[in-house]
């Protein structure tokens, strides 16, 4: 099994849509997970941590379930701008930051 | 905002030739990164420093890479030689404690 398990996509909306993106990792000590956002040919950005609580920014929504190790990012009012890749991240380790990255989902809104 | 620098931003060489990649995190942070992505795939771990010391390699290719961060601050990765399957974007990454990482812009590596 895959440490970071994402579906590939596409997912193709249109703009104004809503978009869920599930993510499931292996390690139950995971400690501390991420969504980042990563254009084309550009570097991977933190979108946004993820807490026990769920978390929200924005349109953006983030949600973690421990008991079925699984995090996912909720993106309502889809924006042409949200076309991306959003990489699923969790920080396996202990003590220093080490994160496995997930394959990515790429998001494509239309007009 | 502070940034994490890499250079050169692309690099183009022969294989059997020696590259090398440098990095300068952002300032503060102790942990620095280097990775390695594939088109279509998520960054893979090369090696972590924590400050001047290796903290993971493992999945460094010691064979052929090597990385060092002298000072505890400026990394460099090198390849010598270089093959072609090691055309990818080599993105570093700097953190302080346990927070997000912060990634570079990446150099883009081709090996002709």
């Known amino acids: 099994r895959k440490e970071v398990e994402q579906d590939p996509g596409p997912f193709n909306v249109p703009e104004g849509a809503t978009v869920a993106f599930n993510c499931t990792y292996s390690n139950s000590a995971s400690q501390s997970f991420f969504w980042y956002r990563q254009d084309c040919r550009k570097e991977p950005k933190l979108l946004m941590s993820v807490y026990s609580s769920g978390n929200e920014d924005g349109r953006f929504t983030a949600q973690l379930n421990r008991a079925s190790q699984y995090i996912s990012l909720l993106i309502r009012d889809s924006k042409l701008s949200d076309s991306a890749t959003y990489l699923c991240v969790v920080n396996m380790g202990s003590g220093y930051s080490t994160l496995t990255f997930g394959k990515g989902t790429m998001l494509l809104v239309s007009p | 905002e502070a940034e994490v620098a890499q250079s050169p931003r692309y690099k183009i060489t022969e294989k059997s030739q020696a590259v090398a990649f440098w990095c300068d995190p952002i300032s503060g942070h102790a942990t620095l990164y280097w990775y390695r992505q594939i088109l279509g795939q998520g960054p893979e771990l090369l090696v972590q420093?924590?400050?001047?010391?290796?903290?993971?390699d493992s999945q460094l290719p010691k064979d052929r890479f090597s990385a060092e961060r002298l000072k505890g601050v400026d990394s460099t990765l090198k390849i010598q030689p270089a093959e072609l399957g090691d055309s990818a974007m080599y993105l570093c990454?700097?953190?302080?404690?346990?927070?997000?990482?912060?990634f570079g812009p990446g150099t883009r590596l081709t090996v002709l």
């Open positions: 990454a700097s953190s302080h404690e346990v927070e997000g990482q912060f």
């Open positions: 420093f924590q400050d001047e010391s290796v903290v993971d």
